[in-house]
């Protein structure tokens, strides 16, 4: 039975409204939801793409080992986690804590759990190296909260709505889709800025 199921992007932090197809618990179809009261019907290329993500025939869905002829097997959960940490705690043996590095991803970003859980084991480890997306597009955000506000996160969002007026530097937020600013149709909110003169 196709059903019709109200959902939103994780991709990044407007987390835009989505509409899913769903037929036998498989996923056919995405498409922007129009009624969303933010997005109002606005997703871009890739959380639409993300139908061709959750089928990919290659999608892992289980742990794989690789196998000494280069291919890989599958293994249990609990094989798999022995494996990892008796191979990590190798690392930590040979080269200390400063050996252990951590990256995620945006989805991970916007999942309290593992945000808290990367902390609270990377501290445990005593690791310093946690590096996450906004390593490579918004750290100088969060340097400039630093020395503003005195705190990297506290990133203040202007309301694009509202505001007379907006000065951006060094950024273009027409080409990164609002990221860090909230706003998933930043191209509307841009226009209607520059409508009342701001």
Not at 29 to 58: M, W, Y
Not at 98 to 124: E, K, R
Not at 180 to 187: A, D, F, G, Q, T
Request: net charge neutral; charged share 20%; hydrophobic share 35%.
């Amino acid at each position: 039975m196709r059903q019709e199921k109200v959902t939103y992007c994780r991709i990044c932090e407007p987390l835009c409204g989505m509409i899913a197809t769903v037929e036998n618990d498989e996923l056919i179809s995405l498409r922007p939801d129009k009624q969303h009261p933010l997005s109002k019907g606005f997703a871009c290329p890739k959380g639409i793409a993300f139908t061709e993500i959750v089928n990919d025939p290659d999608r892992v869905l289980h742990p794989l080992r690789r196998t000494a002829d280069g291919g890989f097997e599958h293994v249990s959960w609990d094989t798999a986690l022995a494996d990892i940490g008796e191979r990590l705690r190798g690392v930590h043996r040979r080269h200390g804590s400063a050996g252990i590095g951590w990256y995620f991803g945006n989805p991970a970003t916007f999942s309290t759990g593992h945000t808290l859980w990367t902390a609270t084991f990377m501290n445990l480890l005593g690791s310093p190296h946690v590096y996450s997306a906004g390593s490579q597009d918004v750290n100088n955000r969060f340097v400039a909260s630093h020395f503003l506000y005195g705190n990297p996160v506290a990133a203040p969002i202007p309301d694009i709505n509202r505001v007379d007026l907006l000065v951006i530097m060094g950024a273009n937020p027409v080409v990164s889709h609002g990221s860090v600013m909230s706003s998933p149709r930043i191209r509307e909110g841009l226009n209607a800025i520059t409508a009342r003169g701001g």
